[in-house]
């Protein structure tokens, strides 16, 4: 079946500093690749999101590009804020599936000052 | 006002106890989802609504009914709780059957079943 691989965390980093989160998947054919936030205390809000190969999501400083080569979609921001510190899911939406989303078991990252 | 609500925020219970938890959505969507989160394991899909009269099970659904009152409204039921059911739950919408379509989510609701 589908599923998303992501990086485990926690991620700390300080605030300015370069982040990445890597996000593999398993699907057939090709599914829609979201990034979803979750700040403290709420619930997920999508971050961005690519829908074939080569697409490029951007949002908020962060960036992810669907690569079909490696099944991958790795979420990255070159400066990072303290705000910044969330939880970071990665999810696929399958071709026939309707809008169903598989979540990947979420990245948490925090960033101090 | 939050476009997705969730009744109760937080909910402690006994095991073999029957709870209700309550979605109400403002945005006029068709689509309706219900979720649980467990630490590492990401989100997990217990069941899914298109419309008013079409329910389908997700992932995870056994010991969870649902009940779909209006276009508006999604409710999660668990007959018998246990404590293995104690997770952070969440509930979604979406617009129409476009697979890259935006979920939206509610605040979520954390059980404790004891």
């Known amino acids: 079946g589908d599923s998303v691989t992501q990086m485990e965390g926690p991620v700390t980093l300080s605030e300015e500093a370069f982040l990445t989160i890597n996000c593999t998947y398993t699907a057939t054919g090709y599914p829609s690749l979201f990034w979803y936030v979750q700040y403290p205390g709420e619930g997920l809000q999508l971050l961005l999101k690519a829908t074939k190969a080569d697409d490029k999501g951007s949002n908020k400083g962060f960036e992810a590009t669907y690569r079909k080569e490696t099944t991958s979609f790795h979420l990255e921001k070159g400066s990072v804020q303290v705000s910044d510190s969330a939880v970071y899911f990665c999810a696929l939406s399958p071709i026939a599936a309707g809008n169903k989303l598989t979540f990947g078991g979420g990245t948490r990252v925090l960033v101090k000052p | 006002d939050a476009d997705v609500t969730q009744t109760p925020r937080n909910r402690i219970t006994k095991t073999g106890k029957r709870i209700m938890l309550e979605c109400s959505q403002t945005?006029?969507?068709?689509?309706m989802y219900w979720y649980r989160q467990d630490p590492g394991l990401g989100l997990r899909l217990i069941y899914y609504s298109f419309d008013v009269k079409d329910i389908n099970k997700g992932e995870i659904s056994d010991g969870y009914s649902v009940s779909r009152q209006a276009q508006a409204k999604f409710s999660l039921s668990l007959e018998s709780a246990i404590p293995n059911q104690t997770a952070l739950y969440f509930c979604?919408?979406?617009?129409?059957?476009?697979?890259?379509?935006?979920?939206?989510f509610g605040p979520g609701t954390r059980l404790t079943v004891l």
């Open positions: 945005k006029g969507h068709d689509r």
């Open positions: 979604a919408t979406s617009d129409s059957s476009g697979r890259a379509d935006t979920q939206y």
